[in-house]
Structures are given as C-alpha cells and as structure tokens.
C-alpha cells in the first residue's frame, strides 16, 4: 500500500550552496509528522521543493500518494494530490473565499464529495462570516490560519504540508489550529507539520517527529523528542 508521502534520498541545492542534504521521510495515509529544526536547516527549503520551486536544482524522489511529484509543475503536484498550507498565507484582493470556494468544488474528482466537505469544514470552522470576504485580506493571523484549514479540508489533498502554520500566533490561536489540524486526520490524509517549536506540538498528537538539522534528518521518533529539544534545545541533537 502507498504512503500519502513518501520522501526519499531529495537533495537540493540553490547555485553552489547545497542545501538539502538527501532525505528521507514517510508519513503513512492517516498520521500526522513533525518535522522540527533550528533556522537555517532547510525546512522551507524542503517544503519549496515539494511545491515544484524551480529556482533549486533538485534531485531523489518523492511520492504523493505513490505518484512521483518531482519534476512535474506547480499545478500537476496539486492534481496529484499536495497541498501547503503557507507560513504567511497570501492576501489575493478582490477574490473572496467562496469565489475560491466554488472553483475548487468545480474542478474536484469528486464535486459532490469536495461540496460535502466544504459544507461540513464550514460549519466546524464557523467560517460564514468570511466567504464573503477577500482571500486573507484584512484577517488576524489566527483567521488566516482558519482559513487554509478550510481550503485544506475542501481540497481534500492526500498529503499536506503544513508549513510554521504556529508562526506569528499567540497561545490561544496556537491551541486553536492545532485542534483543528487535529480535525482533519482523515484515513486518506497524511500530513507533515514544520515548526521551530514544540509549543504546537503540545496541543496535537503527532504519531512522528523528525529533526532536521544542516540539511539532513538526524533523528526521527515519538513525541518525546519534541520533549526533550524543548529542554535541551537543538545542541542535543546536533
């Protein structure tokens, strides 16, 4: 059976700075992985890869669903099934959340399943009050964070990446989009949530954390990890 993704041996530099160092990470259909790291390691990179950024010159494999991404376009890894969810979600200015709402409804394999999901997110989401609304415009962090949760359960994806999603946030937005996060395990989703902090991890039950440090995964383990990088910073695992 296939992974929802499955990263192997990706390497990836930027001119003559090599960056990712080859990785390797699965995350199984209905888990949810940590990837922490100190600045500097590579996790953006790692998520800039995965969306198709042309600017590295990449190399390995990663499978979506046991669909080979690299190498395809922007539009085509979404097809396939990945979705991001961005550390600073773009503000899009004269196109509201239902204009978007609608089109992603319309273009799904399955549009009455993609309108059921919308339904149902909406409502758990409380998100009436911003359909209406420009895309990220004029919303607080915390409801910028909502909103991608909402676009993610619409599109319904096979893999998210979930990129700093706690960043920018205070406690109480923090708690809130990790419960959502949390809403979302679905049997046919995975998910890989980056962070710096454990702070998130706290309120969200991750079957996997991975360190990443220098451009390579250094260690991967329980949630315990995640415990001890807290206490002990990143100096233990260097």
């Known amino acids: 059976m296939s992974n929802a993704l499955e990263i192997t041996n990706l390497k990836a530099r930027l001119g003559d700075l090599e960056i990712l160092k080859g990785i390797n990470i699965t995350v199984p259909f209905g ?4 990837l922490m790291g100190p600045n500097g390691s590579g996790k953006s990179t790692l998520t800039h890869v995965l969306m198709g950024n042309d600017a590295y010159e990449a190399s390995g494999s990663a ?7 690299m190498g ?3 539009f085509e ?13 773009t503000e899009v200015p004269g196109v509201s959340l239902d204009d978007l709402t609608v089109e992603m409804i319309d273009v799904a394999d399955d549009p009455s399943a993609a309108r059921t999901r919308a339904e149902d997110a909406s409502q758990f989401l409380g998100m009436d009050r911003f359909m209406d609304r420009a895309i990220n415009t004029s919303l607080s962090g915390g409801e910028k964070k909502r909103s991608e949760m909402f676009q993610l359960a619409v599109a319904g994806p096979k893999a998210a990446i979930l990129d700093e999603i706690d960043s920018g946030l205070d406690v109480d937005a923090v708690r809130e989009v990790a419960t959502m996060v949390e809403s979302l395990r679905s049997p046919s989703l995975g998910v890989l949530v980056i962070t710096h902090y454990s702070r998130i991890l706290r309120y969200m039950n991750p079957d996997r954390v991975h360190v990443m440090v220098d451009g390579r995964v250094v260690e991967s383990g329980g949630p315990e990890i995640a415990e001890r990088l807290e206490s002990e910073g990143y100096a233990a695992v260097r």
């Open 31 to 34: 888990e949810v992985h940590a």
């Open 63 to 69: 499978l979506v669903g046991g669909i080979e991404v």
């Open 72 to 74: 395809l376009p922007v």
């Open 77 to 89: 890894r979404a097809r396939s099934g990945l979705f991001e969810a961005f550390q600073y979600p």
